[in-house]
């Protein structure tokens, strides 16, 4: 295995935990800091799809320069 291919499982395997988080959300998840205040969510959601875009992103420029 080379390191772009490591770099690229691991940017995946992100993306993978990343979804579930949105999909958590979806269904109606609520996180809290650890002093119990509520995370707002609408906020969370969009950070959380920004992230999979640029992800999204850095896979595709990876997929590209190992193939």
Same mark, same amino acid.
Request: net charge negative.
């Given at each position: 295995? @080379?390191? !772009? =291919?490591?770099?690229?499982?691991? *940017?995946?395997?992100?993306? %993978?935990?990343?979804?579930?988080?949105?999909?958590?959300?979806?269904?109606?998840?609520? *996180?809290?800091?650890?002093?119990?205040? !509520?995370? =707002?969510?609408?906020?969370?959601?969009?950070? *959380?799809? =920004? %992230?999979?875009?640029?992800? =999204?992103?850095?896979?595709?420029? *990876? @997929?590209?320069? %190992?193939?």
């Amino acid at each position: 295995m @080379t390191a !772009p =291919d490591t770099e690229l499982d691991r *940017l995946t395997a992100r993306r %993978v935990i990343i979804l579930y988080r949105l999909e958590m959300i979806a269904q109606g998840a609520q *996180l809290t800091y650890e002093d119990g205040t !509520p995370i =707002d969510m609408a906020s969370e959601k969009a950070r *959380l799809e =920004d %992230v999979v875009a640029d992800l =999204d992103r850095r896979i595709e420029t *990876l @997929t590209r320069t %190992v193939n």
